[in-house]
């Protein structure tokens, strides 16, 4: 927003085009409007450097007192021009920038990303590859949410919360690590199925995971939910109803801690979640404490859907049969646990020519996508997550835009904010959960 005496925002010509000098003018607007003598609000800036806001959310707040009489969120510090990236990397390669948007929920960035092109391209994912994208999305959402819960603990004080979710979300990490050789980020699912199979021994990790995650859970709730002070903190506090969360768009844990059952894996199958036995977890209170109840609910169902995917594991490719669309081609988890098949190196580098032509080719230049538009939405631990992908027919996203969940749930912070204490922002924000990398991208 630019300031409010200007007329227009700076500009000046490039080699490049018009660039526009674009500064925030909100603080200047809301102090202009604070009479310095007669009157007793005062305009107070919370974040961007400040734990609470996740350290990279600018709070504008108008304060009469303790009360918040306005707030205005800012955002953009965190930044990265993702999107555009993906523009000048092959297909392949946009799983790399996706995965780093939303940086708690990286599989679910790779996997609607990649329903999208694989949408454009008309294929179908083998069997195997779709049971492990719902294991994986599955354990992503009991790490994400554990966060969440780390984080609104830290927030309210409730430091051991803090340590116990991070500890049992190193456990998630390392079942990253085992199945795809990295613990964020991991750009595991590709265009056409996944990077690479799973192991025998990433298999008892995670059964041993599913039998120990339970009585996490069982703590946190002795340590949570019978607590006066917790109750107190929440209960009653960032109370956005039904209609509310509908005018704002807002979708995930929020709405249905409203009440309304609305979750995409029900209401808008994909990669086979119609087949898979699981509840969704709803709340009428609409608050701050909802939210919570429905995050260790949701874990819980999470967990069972992990249990039936490994039981539905099938030998089976792990990606389509086209070799003109697999990449990496034929690859398997090696000696390196990143997926570098000493048999596949040997094949391509001294026992074919004509496989060491189509792997350079496939790897420097990509596929081609068909021309055409594509719109997949998913699940994702705060909400939906929408992925537009656009192609012009070359090798190449011609445009690619998120609808992160992040993004459009804090909108609603105002709604959520204004009237109460300063306290409570911290706890309304808490119950959101926002990753401004998604917010930003």
């Known amino acids: 927003m630019f300031a409010a005496e200007d007329a227009y925002a700076a500009e000046r010509e490039t080699t490049e085009g018009k660039v526009y000098t674009v500064t925030g003018g909100d603080w200047d607007e809301m102090v202009a409007a604070v009479d310095p003598v007669n009157d007793e609000r005062i305009i107070v800036n919370l974040g961007p450097q400040h734990p609470s806001t996740h350290g990279v959310l600018r709070l504008v707040c108008e304060m009469e007192g303790e009360t918040v009489r306005s707030i205005r969120p800012v955002i953009g510090y965190l930044h990265t021009g993702i999107e555009k990236n993906l523009e000048y990397r092959t297909w392949t390669q946009g799983c790399t920038f996706v995965t780093r948007a939303d940086y708690l929920a990286p599989i679910f960035n790779e996997t609607g990303y990649c329903l999208g092109v694989e949408k454009l391209l008309d294929i179908e994912v083998p069997e195997r590859a779709n049971v492990l994208r719902v294991i994986m999305m599955e354990l992503n959402r009991i790490s994400s949410h554990l966060v969440a819960l780390a984080t609104a603990g830290m927030e309210l004080g409730a430091l051991s919360m803090m340590i116990y979710g991070f500890r049992d979300r190193e456990r998630v990490l390392d ?3 085992a199945v795809s050789g990295l613990r964020m980020n991991m750009a595991y699912i590709r265009p056409g199925g996944v990077a690479q199979d799973i192991s025998e021994d990433a298999i008892r990790m995670i059964r041993d995971f599913v039998e120990y995650m339970p009585k996490g859970l069982d703590d946190y709730e002795g340590l949570l939910t019978g607590n006066a002070i917790w109750q107190e903190r929440t209960q009653g506090v960032a109370y956005l109803d039904v209609s509310g969360c509908l005018a704002l768009g807002v979708t995930g844990p929020v709405l249905r801690s409203a009440g309304l059952g609305w979750d995409l894996r029900k209401t808008m199958p994909y990669c086979g979640y ?21 995050r260790i609910e949701e874990i819980r169902q999470s967990l069972r859907i992990i249990t039936q995917g490994l039981d539905r594991l099938e030998p089976g490719p792990v990606m389509v049969e086209d070799k003109k669309i697999a990449w990496p081609a034929q690859l398997a988890l090696g000696s390196d646990g990143m997926g570098n098949s000493l048999n596949h190196i040997r ?3 001294s026992q074919s020519m004509e496989a ?22 998913i699940e994702a631990p705060r909400g939906e997550l929408g992925t537009h992908v656009v192609s012009d027919g070359g090798t190449r996203p011609f445009r690619v835009h998120m ?4 993004f459009v749930n804090l909108q609603a912070l105002p709604a959520i904010a204004e009237g109460g204490l300063l306290a409570d922002v911290i706890a309304g924000g808490a119950s959101f959960d926002p990753v401004m990398g998604g917010c930003d991208r």
């Not at 898979?276 to 709803?282: L, S």
């Open 274 to 294: 119609e087949d898979y036995e699981f509840d969704v977890p709803t709340r009428t209170g609409a608050d701050a404490w909802s939210r919570y109840l429905i």
């Open 356 to 377: 060491l032509i189509h792997h350079f080719k496939l790897v420097t230049e990509g596929f081609r996508v068909p021309a055409g538009q594509a719109y997949t939405a």
């Open 347 to 349: 094949h391509i580098m």
């Open 403 to 406: 609808r992160d969940p992040s």
């Open 175 to 177: 079942l990253f690590e």
